[in-house]
Structures are given as structure tokens and as C-alpha cells.
């Protein structure tokens, strides 16, 4: 995949922007060459590259300054959490102010009679439960990073996590935000209410991978905790049968906390990681949470352990929380175990219709033999989001470009089955020319217009989401700002 | 009014192109249950969707169903009924509110209005189960967005703004939502004759329990709760129920209250204006300390609360000062058009609002006027 070009007009004049962004961010802009190394990139970490500066503000009024400066001379800019996107949604611009809100990191009110927390947007996810729990309170959204990945960035990518069938995403635990458009002024969308005063924008807002504003304030929802968890495994020598398992569970009424698969290359790696005592012998094991009142969970809990009987399962329920912690810490530890088998990993993310999974991991396992890659499959069962984990090593010949094929064949293959591209993670770089497989022209269109609502001169994350970006047209004549040309006024500073 | 029936998307399409030659705009409707609802239309044309009925695909064990967008509402309830499984926004029945028969409505009012229940308390609102749609835009264009699929992030979330747009972006042809299991049992109670303050805080108490009531009410001076589940978990929570209302005695009651108060069924007769105000849920009585309406009802915990009054100006001011709003839901047409259905925007707020409504209906042919003057 080629990453975008920089426009030598922007960057030939890199100290004098270095130098206008210090005067409107005096202590947070970083500048020099081996500093921005740091910078450098996301969880995607194939792909490398510096920005141009990178700012870090302290308030809403710097973030909103950074962002007039920038339209005012056609500057794009990227906007950055924690940097743990997995699709490159935060990876720099050779020619692109960084705009890092790690800064903004403060928790502002906690209302929970109004079950409520407001935060800055670089507030990280656990920070969130962490400020409520001793209430009996949480955030639900419980992406796998989220002890570093902010509350700006989960708006932004719309993250997800374990718990999504029953809980939602992030868009459905948010509230409000205050965000700073293009030209930096802000907006307030949504509050401690429900609702929305009009058009829902905040609803777009959320998941727009950062082409439509900068979140600067963030209103979320709290949950009371549940006050019972219980938490079973089922081992499967089909995967056919899990697959059964989990279908019967959904139309028994029942929406489990979470339940996890795992297949049997993934339950190998774990074991021989850090050995949570999955058994070697299964094709694929489910981990399923019930959680909510005690006799909720005792019912769901001998319901699922029935189906899973029904469906041939070896049964067996975490008596300890130390046992519970473990098997989910085997579940969490497929990643780093995955790792150890190859320097480099690709975590794909596509959803598909839950019936299809037998059919898309036979598949599967074909195609890793056509692309001569390991791989192995996590799997969010409940809702069909599949987390294949393609292991390689970047060094090695074409093993990249083999294992971006094999994970794009992957994605083709779930929107073919009736899926979709990402069910977490989001489009990024990583998956913009995967898009058409999708959508059609028509429905491209359609979205790049609504980008073109918000901003039309295209500085909003540029190269994110669509593979191309078309010029904004109003209907009849192209959009052309204040009929300048990029750049044009720059040698004023 | 020349009155247009689409029976297909195609249809919908011709229609919009022949609309754009001639610049004239549609008025567009399903059952028609809530016309009176948003500012009034003066437009040349009904483009009637009605005709575009049905399931496409229903797989229960997905919890996702896909239907044309005139189906009713009642329909769909049924075939979900039919697999233990329901809407999760529970959906209210505005129409005869506006003076039309009952249980007419249609999925596609229901998304436009983003028409949400009381047990949007626990599952959310219309626009949390909206997953993807198909629809013809104001070119003319068939397009889709979002997927069929429970969780999907893979470009815009259109989805989202075409709830409560009150079909001023585009014409809606296919909805794909997200449905819930149904629990074999519910139950309704009430506690009567509650002074506000106080059943605000009981609401509340209950609502930031884990217990999950589908249901947080005020009506008639009673609150009301509702709980679900199967037989041993239901009985636990009335048990839970009880502990947290302490001194207060829960009488059983009618589930038909909720219906009640989701469908405004109280303000059927109101000859004020009637609105509907979303607040924190902390701020419900105090609200209603300033506003002093004559009638209000109070749903999702206080966050929600019908009321009937003609001072808009006190209305809309008391709402806004908690960080809320008030839509102005059932009024004469000459005080819909003159005050707004929605309060108004704020400069930079209504320049995105009229760019959003260019990016989907660039000449305006979609109930123009219906939200605000021009859009």
C-alpha cells in the first residue's frame, strides 16, 4: 500500500509553520526530526511516517487556533488519541500538522445522577470506569487497548470491545461532545440528554475516523456494574458445532456478556504463551459471560450449558475468579501470543452474518495455504466480528505484500458472505481501497459529499477512509475556497 | 397536490429525476400517521411509499431483520413476536396524537421521527438499531449505507442521521435493524400519588440500579416501573424492585400504562400546545417547578417529559438552560410554522445543517421547511 504524498509546497516551508504553530501553542509543539520519530505511526505498524510537526494542546482554544491556522494555509491535519489505531486511522502526513489531544487528559464532572461522566478527550478508556467504580459504576466500551487508548479516539474509530452484543459501541454509550470543525470553530452536540435537538450530527460524528471535526469534550454514559458474573468454556471438536452453539444460544433469548471463539492454531499459541488451560484437544473453544442479577446469570448459565451440551461441548465453569480471570487472560493474551510465532502480525476485523462462520473458516484455512501464511482466528461469536490474526515477517521477501493480499482476500470474503469490511477497528488506510468492494460509486459518493459538509477543502485526515478523494462539488459548480490556491498566502509569516 | 405512489425504488428514482427537471418538491409519506408532525408543507407533489411493504429477510438467530421501509410497525412486531423477539426502541404509536387510527405507522415514520419508547431507557433509542438502509437521494441516486450486520464501523454512520431527519435527506426504501430477545415475562407496578422531587429520586435510584427496568415512568401522580425477564430473574427483580422502594407500597399495574405514556396517549385531547422535553434526568422536577404546566407526563427516568403549554418562550428557555430541548411535537400548523418544531440553530450549527442537507438533497425536494425553513 502506498502512503500518501506529501505536498512539497507544505513541507518546504516547514520551519516557518513550526515556528506560527509555537506562537499559538508555546510549550506543545514538537519539532525536531528525532522527536518526531515518536510519532511515527499507530498500531498499524507496518506503515511509518513522520509529520510535519506535531502539536499538542492543552485546551479547546488551542485546538481551535491549530485548526484555523491550518485552513488558513491548506494544511491537513491528522488528529491523534493514543496512536493505538489498528487501520493507521491516526498515522502522520509527511506534509500534515499531527494534532496529539493526549494532553487534554482530564476527567471535568462526574455526575452520576445524571449517570454521567464529561472528559477531555484524552482521557483513556479505563480512566473512565476507573473515576466511577468505586460507585458501582463503568464504561461499558472495553476496547482491547483501553488502558491506553483515549475516549477521543474510541469516538473517533466508534471502538468496540468484548461486551458490544449486549452493551453497544461507543456510539451508543455517547452522550454528547463539543467538537472543533475545520476552520476551528466548535460545536456542542448532544449533552446529559437524550437525543438529538434536530439532525443527529453527533451520530455521524461518532466513527468518522476523524475526517469530520476533532472531539474536544466527550459526555458519556455510565452502567451500573452487574452485580453477578459467571463465566463457562466450552470446548468444541467441530467448529461447525460452535458455530451451532452460538446460534442456539441467540434464539434461546439469551444475549450473553460476551462469547468469545477461539480456534484451535490460536488455543495452541495460548497455551504455549502463558497456559490458561484451554484443552489442546478442541477445534475451537468459546469463552461466554453472563452477567446481571444472580438469578439471571444462574439461569442464563445453565441455559448455555445445555446448548453447548446439545451442541457436543465439553462443559466447564470458572469456580474462582482467580479461574475466570484466567481464562479470559488467555483469550486477551491471543495477540502477544500470536506475536512470539512471527515478528510481525496483521489483525484483520471483519463482521459477517453469524451462520456463515463455518463456511468462512474453511475458507480460510485455504486461503492461508494459497498466501503460505500462519494465521489464526479470534472471534467477538455474538456479533460476528471476526479478528483473524495473519503472522509474517516484513524482512522476508514479499511476506508483507503476501500477508496484505491474504487479509484483504479475507475481507472481500466477509463482505461477499453478507458482512462488512471492519466491525471495530475502522477503515483507516489500511482498508480505503477494500471500500469499492463494499460500496458502490453511488454510495461512495454519498459519503464523500456528507464529508464535503463539513469540510470541503478536504484538511481533515486526508487518505483516511476513501480511496480516493474527490474535489467537493456543489451541485453545478466546484467548490473553491475564497478563490485561493493552496498555499498561496503562506510567505506572510 | 399531485399524489405520486412509488411501489418500487425504481419508481423513486424516475419520480426524483422528473422532480429535479421541473423543480418541484414531495411531500413524502408512508401511513401518513404523523403529518402533523414537524412545520407544516406546501408542497407539489405526495410521493407515497406506502406501497413498498414487506420483510426481506428475517434471520432471528442474527437479531438483525431487514424490511421495506412502508412496512407497519404492527407488522413487524408480529413477525418478531412470532420468534421471541421485539424492537428494542418500543416503538410508541404517535399517530393518533395526530388525529389518525391507531397502529397505522410505519417503519419509516417510526426512523424518521426516531419515534423511541419507554424501554429506550435500557435498549436505546431508533437510532441505535438503525444498521443500514437503502434510500434515493435529491440526485436521484439509489445508494445504501451501513451493513447487515450487528456491529460495523466500515464507513459513515449514516444510518444515525436519518433517524429524526424527518425525511428531509432522503427517501427511505429498505431499513435493516437490530432486534432484541423478548422475555417471557414483564411486570408493571405502580406507586401512587408521589410528590415530584421525590419520585424524581426514586426514578433515579432505580434507573442506576442493575436490575435493568425497561421502563421508568410519571404518570397521573403515580411512577411507574416495569421489569423483565424469565420466571426466577423476574422474581429476584421485583424482589430488587421492592428493597429499593423501601417504604413506598407497589401496586401491580396495567403494561398498557407504558403504552400510555410512550404514545403520548395523555395529550389526545390537549387543546395546548404539547411538547416534548429532553433534560437531565436530575433536573425533571425543577423543570416542572418553572414550567408549571397543566399537564406533563415523564418518561425514562425524568429524561423524557411530555407537557402541554403555550408559553413556548418559558419552555424552550427552561429546557435550554439545563443543557436540554424541547420539541414542539403537537401545535396548530400557523404556531408549528411560526415557532418552530425545533428550537433555533445557532449560526455555525445551522450553516453545517443546511451543508448536511446539500449533501444529500441538494435542491430541496425533500419536505423542505419540515425541520427548519429550508430544510
Known amino acids: ?493 | 397536490m399531485k399524489r405520486i405512489s412509488a411501489i418500487t425504488e425504481a419508481d423513486i428514482v424516475e419520480a426524483v429525476h422528473n422532480a429535479r427537471a421541473k423543480r418541484t418538491a414531495f411531500e413524502i409519506v408512508s401511513a401518513g400517521s404523523k403529518r402533523g408532525y414537524g412545520r407544516p408543507l406546501s408542497c407539489e407533489n405526495l410521493l407515497d411509499v406506502g406501497s413498498l411493504r414487506g420483510i426481506v429477510a428475517y434471520q432471528p438467530e442474527e437479531l438483525i431483520i431487514t424490511v421495506l421501509s412502508g412496512t407497519p410497525v404492527d407488522e413487524l412486531d408480529m413477525a418478531l413476536a412470532e420468534k421471541g423477539q421485539r424492537l428494542g426502541f418500543d416503538p410508541p404509536d404517535l399517530g393518533p396524537l395526530f388525529g389518525a387510527k391507531p397502529a397505522i405507522g410505519t417503519i419509516a415514520g417510526a426512523v424518521s421521527t426516531n419515534a423511541s419508547g419507554p424501554a429506550r431507557v435500557r435498549y436505546g433509542a431508533v437510532r441505535d438499531q438503525l444498521l443500514g438502509f437503502r434510500a434515493v437521494n435529491g440526485l436521484g441516486e439509489a445508494f445504501k449505507a451501513g451493513g447487515k450486520v450487528v456491529k460495523n464501523v466500515t464507513g459513515f454512520d449514516i444510518p444515525k442521521l436519518v433517524c429524526g431527519a424527518f425525511g428531509t435527506l432522503c427517501v427511505l426504501t429498505e431499513l435493516t435493524l437490530r432486534v432484541f430477545p423478548k422475555p417471557s415475562r414483564d411486570q408493571t407496578f405502580v406507586i401512587r400519588d408521589m410528590e415530584p422531587r421525590e419520585g424524581f429520586a426514586l426514578l433515579r435510584k432505580v434507573w442506576a440500579n442493575p436490575l435493568d427496568a425497561t421502563g421508568l415512568g410519571y404518570y397521573a401522580n403515580s411512577i411507574v416501573l416495569r421489569v423483565e425477564g424469565e420466571e426466577e430473574p423476574l422474581a429476584e427483580k421485583v424482589r430488587i424492585l421492592k428493597r429499593l422502594c423501601g417504604r413506598h407500597i407497589l401496586e401491580g399495574a396495567d403494561s398498557e400504562t407504558f403504552r400510555t405514556i410512550g404514545d403520548a396517549g395523555a395529550f389526545l385531547s390537549s387543546d395546548e400546545d404539547v411538547w416534548r422535553l429532553s433534560i437531565p434526568p436530575s433536573q425533571a422536577a425543577g423543570v416542572l417547578d418553572r414550567i408549571r404546566a397543566s399537564l406533563w407526563v415523564a418518561d425514562c427516568a425524568g429524561a423524557v417529559l411530555w407537557l402541554a403549554s403555550n408559553n413556548h418562550v418559558l419552555v424552550r428557555d427552561v429546557a435550554k438552560a439545563v443543557g436540554g430541548h424541547a420539541t414542539l411535537v403537537k401545535a396548530d400548523a400557523a404556531r408549528r410554522a411560526s415557532l418552530g418544531v425545533f428550537a433555533a440553530e445557532d449560526e455555525v450549527r445551522a450553516q453545517l445543517t443546511r451543508s448536511v442537507k446539500a449533501a444529500f438533497d441538494p435542491l430541496r425536494l425533500f419536505n423542505p421547511g419540515r425541520m427548519w425553513d429550508g430544510v
Open chain 1, 1 to 493: 500500500m502506498e502512503l500518501p504524498k506529501a505536498n512539497p509546497d507544505i513541507v518546504a516551508h516547514r520551519r516557518d509553520i513550526i515556528a506560527a504553530l509555537r506562537t499559538l501553542v508555546p510549550d506543545g509543539v514538537v519539532g525536531e526530526e528525532a522527536e518526531l520519530a515518536a510519532f511515527d505511526g499507530d498500531a498499524l505498524t507496518a506503515y511509518r511516517q513522520k509529520p510535519l510537526a506535531c502539536v499538542l494542546p492543552r485546551s479547546k482554544d488551542e485546538v481551535s487556533a491549530v485548526l484555523a491556522f491550518s485552513a488558513a494555509h491548506n494544511i491537513p491535519i491528522v488528529p491523534r488519541g493514543a496512536g493505538t489505531s489498528l487501520s493507521g486511522g491516526a498515522l502522520p502526513r509527511g506534509d500534515g500538522i499531527l494534532l496529539s489531544l493526549t494532553r487534554m487528559n482530564r476527567i471535568l464532572e462526574v455526575d452520576l445522577e445524571n449517570r454521567c461522566v464529561v472528559a477531555e478527550p484524552g482521557v483513556t478508556n479505563l480512566a473512565i470506569t476507573q473515576a466511577v467504580e468505586a460507585h458501582g459504576f463503568y464504561y461499558a466500551p472495553d476496547p482491547s487497548s483501553q488502558i491506553a487508548c483515549t475516549i477521543g479516539g474510541n469516538i473517533a474509530e466508534n471502538s468496540g470491545g468484548l461486551h458490544c452484543l449486549k452493551y453497544g459501541l461507543t456510539t451508543n454509550n455517547l452522550l454528547g461532545v463539543e467538537i472543533a470543525l475545520v476552520g476551528g470553530e466548535r460545536l456542542v452536540l448532544g449533552g446529559k440528554v437524550p437525543g438529538a435537538d434536530g439532525l443527529d450530527i453527533l451520530g455521524v460524528v461518532a466513527g468518522s475516523e476523524g475526517l469530520l471535526g476533532v472531539v474536544v469534550e466527550a459526555t458519556v454514559r455510565m452502567l451500573p456494574k452487574p452485580p453477578a458474573t459467571r463465566t463457562l468454556l466450552a470446548a468444541f471438536r467441530k467448529v461447525p458445532d460452535a458455530g451451532q452453539c452460538v446460534a442456539d444460544i441467540i434464539a434461546a433469548g439469551i444475549v450473553p456478556a460476551a462469547m468469545e471463539f477461539m480456534d484451535k492454531r490460536c488455543i495452541e499459541a495460548v497455551e504455549a504463551h502463558c497456559a490458561p488451560g484451554y484443552p489442546l484437544e478442541a477445534e475451537g473453544v468459546l469463552i461466554i459471560d453472563a452477567d446481571g442479577v444472580p438469578a439471571e446469570v444462574d439461569h442464563q448459565i445453565a441455559r448455555i450449558g445445555e446448548i453447548a451440551r446439545r451442541n457436543f461441548a465439553t462443559v466447564r465453569e470458572a469456580t474462582s475468579e482467580a479461574e475466570r480471570a484466567r481464562l479470559w487472560a488467555g483469550r486477551k493474551a491471543a495477540f502477544p501470543a500470536m506475536g512470539r510465532l512471527a515478528p510481525d502480525m496483521l489483525c484483520m476485523d471483519g463482521t459477517i452474518p453469524r451462520r456463515m462462520l463455518p463456511q468462512v473458516l474453511t475458507r480460510m484455512s485455504e486461503m492461508a495455504e494459497e498466501y503460505r501464511l500462519g494465521f489464526c482466528n479470534v472471534f467477538h461469536a455474538g456479533d460476528g466480528n471476526l479478528h483473524p490474526l495473519i503472522i509474517f515477517d516484513m524482512m522476508k521477501g514479499d511476506e508483507l505484500a503476501r500477508a496484505e493480499a491474504f487479509g484483504a482476500a479475507i475481507l472481500k470474503l466477509c463482505v461477499e458472505v453478507g458482512g462488512v469490511l471492519t466491525g471495530e477497528h475502522g477503515v483507516g488506510l489500511e482498508k480505503r481501497e477494500l471500500m469499492p468492494t463494499m460500496f458502490n460509486e453511488a454510495d461512495l459518493a454519498q459519503q464523500q459529499r456528507l464529508k464535503c459538509a463539513f469540510d470541503a477543502d478536504g484538511l481533515l485526515n486526508p487518505g483516511k477512509v476513501f480511496p480516493t478523494l474527490s474535489a467537493c462539488v456543489e451541485e453545478g459548480h466546484m467548490h473553491v475556497k475564497g478563490g485561493r490556491l493552496p498555499f498561496a498566502n503562506l510567505p506572510r509569516f
